[in-house]
């Protein structure tokens, strides 16, 4: 695989969520976390349907309404994917058109009184995302008009608002021309509608807002359109959407989002729906994710606030293990965690295991000398979700899982699993004539995104068990470059680790160390990290290297300091490179004291390492120039790296490739590491006995 240029790649075609998906969004009463109080929402429709195809094919989805799109056309196409928005709620596709009009009845019993909109006094609101994606303003018209009663309101048949007749900036038509009110906004920019009309008897009153402020109901002096005793509007009972033409005019317009309700908060919700599980009865209730026999997962946090969106999750293992640990995007880093805790069978309370950490950087040197940094061009702040891509239902196992938001967008950007890890612990034995045993299966939770960088797609994977170990994994995908599809090339990846024990600066880290001394006999030690100081140390294959952090003030239930291993996952072998600013790759372990700014939030150089690209050289490597001696009070940080390489070959192929094409999708190759518990128990926390002698 390779880059052939190293510039962020356009947004992927969003795939539909399911039609059961939807359903359970209806069946839990509308999304299923609001930012606001919500007030009572009338209708909404987010065109969850699936392209190509008219809007009157599918039966009618959302929820407030009765029966499908219907009336007599031309009806509207869908597009895919539908808008995105930084902050509103959004899901689905869009419908997309030069001339159509779909028209749908409001179902009575979501009406304030039952009754039609206009006959009994009430505030409605009314919003959209729309926008002209081609055309002119001579002869043409795109938006949504409220239908009245020709009986009860002879003057004004409609409520219109969006781009009226001849205009080219959004307003507002009272179904007469000569009373368009208009905006200063231009059709051709993306906008959020909303619309507030004040129903009372007599001269209604009306308002329109373009991007309004979505953090409080706006005020009327704000209005972009200030409509007061604008018309008598009675008798509402149908919507309709349309975009359209006269002999010589020409449009295309999009639609999406429609919402109707009597708070501004009903129609522009901002809480990104925190998760959507369609395997879990249809629509979990209050904030379960997933649940089985052996693991429940709840979200307890969600915030879209930047610059970095987050979720906090908690998962409950059956043998009393549970987890706390917060998710969040960094954007030019992908998907990091924090404030990882563990609350052990019998404590009243969880204890801090991890305080942050996740991928520093991703080199991907090829053989021919072309070396490329993975994460330089990565995370545009203009862009949707930063570099973590959209993901759907169609990214769920079978069973057991979830999709979670990190970010108020239309898609939502991590997945969750719950997985059978298969045999933890077993025991077999046989006595006075009786066979006897015992078997223990060990549980965990994936929760994963898929990071961007280009052609190459990796998914960036923290796993939770119950036996107490942590799980960190990068697995890379994607497909081969064609300018150079049979190059060889490693992925180096480099993870911060900033374990922090029960939440105390008193932690050290050893070297665990195993050596053989011959004659059959060997040691297992574990030595002060690099002789007590800062630095770094090679991987050494007869040595078993891995990494002991030990609280220096804690003890288990035996008087042992309470630990975690850090093991490396499935090491093959090591890399080692000579580029410009590569010399961090000479090492796979290293230790930091951590000073203010180290942790890459600083805002000057070489500090802002987590929002600014820099080699580990530029930064890594100068926090151990002059280097410290390590101490408990000095809040050590370990820096892992590890590497895969990928030798192209006819498995990279699709199965339209012929002779040297290979543009196929490459199987996961996977790196890593483990955080293993070291006397963090006092006993086994999957083994309630052992039957065996």
């Given amino acids: 695989m390779a880059h052939p240029t190293r510039v962020p790649t356009p947004a992927p075609v969003l795939h539909r969520l399911s039609a059961l998906v939807m359903a359970a969004i209806a069946l839990a009463g509308g999304f299923a976390a609001h930012a606001h109080a ?25 929820e407030g309404w009765i029966g499908d799109w219907g009336g007599l056309g031309p009806h509207w196409n869908l597009a895919d994917p539908g808008f995105s928005h930084k902050l509103l709620q959004v899901i689905g596709n869009r419908v997309l058109d030069s001339s ?86 231009p059709t051709t920019d993306y906008a959020f509608l909303v619309m507030e009309v004040v129903l009372r008897p007599g001269p209604d009153d009306v308002y329109l807002w373009v991007n309004p402020d979505l953090s409080q109901t706006p005020q009327i002096a704000t209005a972009d359109v200030s409509a007061p005793a604008y018309g008598d509007f009675t008798g509402i009972k149908d919507v309709q959407i349309e975009v359209g033409n006269t002999s010589g005019g020409y449009i295309m317009g999009s639609i999406d989002e429609v919402r109707l309700g009597t708070t501004f908060e009903d129609v522009a919700p901002t809480g990104c729906g925190p998760f959507f599980n369609p395997y879990y009865g249809g629509a979990p209730s209050g904030d379960l994710l997933a649940q089985n026999h052996r693991c429940t997962v709840r979200q307890i946090g969600f915030t879209s606030s930047e610059p970095y969106p987050q979720i906090t999750l908690e ?16 954007g030019k880093k992908g998907l990091w965690v924090r404030n990882v805790t563990l609350r052990r069978p019998g404590d009243s309370a969880s204890h801090q ?11 991907v040197p090829y053989h021919n000398g072309i070396h490329l940094w993975d994460t330089e061009f990565t995370g545009d702040p203009n862009e949707i979700g930063g570099s973590l891509r959209a993901m759907t239902d169609g990214d769920l196992p079978p069973h057991d899982g979830f999709l979670a938001w990190l ?15 298969g ?44 036996d107490g170990s942590f799980g960190v994994r990068l697995g890379a995908s994607g497909y081969n470059n064609t300018g150079m599809p049979f190059e060889a090339h490693a992925h180096d990846v480099l993870w911060y680790v900033d374990v922090d024990l029960f939440g105390k600066s008193d932690d050290m880290v050893f070297e665990t160390v195993h050596m053989d001394l011959g004659g059959g006999i060997a040691s297992e030690t574990d030595v002060p990290f690099n002789g007590g100081t800062e630095g770094g140390i090679p991987w050494d ?32 072998g090591v890399t080692r490179h000579s580029g410009t600013m590569e010399a961090f790759t000479h090492n796979e372990f290293y230790v930091t004291n ?81 955080l293993q518990p070291h006397n963090l128990f006092d006993s086994n926390p999957l083994v309630t006995s052992n039957p065996c002698p």
């Fill in 38 to 62: 919500r007030g009572r929402l009338i209708a909404y429709d987010g065109f969850d349907y699936d392209p190509p195809g008219n809007l009157n094919q599918y039966p009618g989805g959302g």
């Fill in 100 to 185: 159509a009009k779909s028209i749908r009845t409001l179902d009575p019993t979501y009406l304030p009184g039952g009754v039609p909109l206009g006959n009994q006094s009430t505030t409605l609101w009314v919003s959209m995302l729309v926008h002209q994606s081609d055309g002119g303003a001579a002869g043409t018209w795109l938006g949504l008009k409220l239908k009245c009663d020709p009986v009860t309101s002879p003057n004004n048949p409609f409520l219109f608002f969006g781009k009226p007749y001849n205009s080219s900036t959004w307003g507002l038509d009272p179904g007469i021309y000569t009373q368009h009110k208009l905006s200063a906004q």
């Fill in 315 to 330: 998962i409950s293992f059956n043998n009393s293990v549970r987890w706390l640990l917060t998710l969040y995007n960094v």
């Fill in 353 to 363: 295991i991890l305080k942050r950490g996740g991928v520093a950087e991703i080199l």
């Fill in 407 to 421: 970010t108020c967008d239309n898609a939502p950007r991590v997945v969750g699993e719950i997985r059978d890890r």
């Fill in 423 to 466: 045999i933890a612990a077993i025991c077999k034995g046989q006595g006075s004539g009786l066979e006897y045993g015992a078997t223990y299966r060990s549980t965990e939770v994936s929760l994963w995104s898929v990071f961007d960088t280009g052609n190459y797609d990796y998914v960036m994977e923290y796993v939770l068990r119950d």
């Fill in 541 to 572: 294959a007869l040595r078993y290297t891995s990494l002991l952090i030990e609280d220096q003030g804690v003890t288990n239930g035996h008087g042992n300091p309470i630990g975690m291993q850090l093991v490396p996952f499935e090491q093959s």
């Fill in 594 to 674: 951590l000073h203010p700014g180290e942790d890459g939030m600083g805002t000057a150089f070489p500090n802002d390492w987590l929002t600014n690209w820099h080699s580990p050289d530029q930064y890594l490597l100068k926090y151990i120039a002059p280097a410290e001696p390590l101490t408990p009070s000095a809040d050590p940080v370990i820096w892992y790296k590890a590497a895969v390489i990928h030798d192209p070959h006819d498995e990279d192929k699709q199965a339209s490739d012929s002779g040297g094409s290979k543009t196929g999708l490459t199987l996961m190759h996977w790196t890593g590491f483990d």
